[in-house]
C-alpha cells in the first residue's frame, strides 16, 4: 500500500498564501508524477498541477503565475506553493501520486485537505 499524507490546507485571507505538502510511504514503490488536483462542491474534480520524478511540471491555466509544484524526491513528498490565492481557488485538494508498486502500476490518492479564500 502506497499511502499519501497531506497537509498545509487552512483558510486565508484572498492574496495570501499557503503551502501544500504530501508525503508517500510505504515500500516496494516507485513514483513517476504528483501532483494536485482539487474539488469544489457541486463541481468536476480538476488538476491543478502535477510534476514528474525528472522535474517536469504541468500546471492549470487558472492557477499558472500563482501556484509553484515542486517535489524532493528522497523524501517522496510533493510541494504545492499557492500564492496570490483567490476566492475560486476554494476547494478539496487532493495530493495524487503514479508509478509502480511491485511492478504493479497504481495511483493513490491522499484523503484531502481543504483550502478555504475569502473575500
Known amino acids: 500500500q502506497v499511502q499519501l499524507v497531506e497537509s498545509g490546507g487552512g483558510l486565508v485571507q484572498a492574496g495570501g498564501s499557503l503551502r501544500l505538502s504530501c508525503a508517500a510511504s510505504?515500500?516496494?514503490?516507485?513514483?513517476?508524477?504528483m501532483g494536485w488536483y482539487r474539488q469544489a462542491p457541486g463541481k468536476q474534480r480538476e488538476l491543478v498541477a502535477t510534476?514528474?520524478?525528472?522535474?517536469?511540471?504541468d500546471y492549470a491555466d487558472s492557477v499558472k503565475g500563482r501556484f509553484t509544484i515542486s517535489r524532493d524526491n528522497a523524501k517522496n513528498t510533493v510541494y504545492l506553493q499557492m500564492n496570490n490565492l483567490k476566492p475560486e481557488d476554494t476547494a478539496l485538494y487532493y495530493c495524487n501520486a503514479e508509478g509502480t508498486y511491485y511492478a504493479v502500476r497504481f495511483k493513490s490518492w491522499g484523503q484531502g485537505t481543504q483550502v478555504t479564500v475569502s473575500s
Open positions: 510534476i514528474t520524478t525528472g522535474g517536469s511540471t
Open positions: 510505504g515500500s516496494g514503490f516507485s513514483i513517476n508524477t
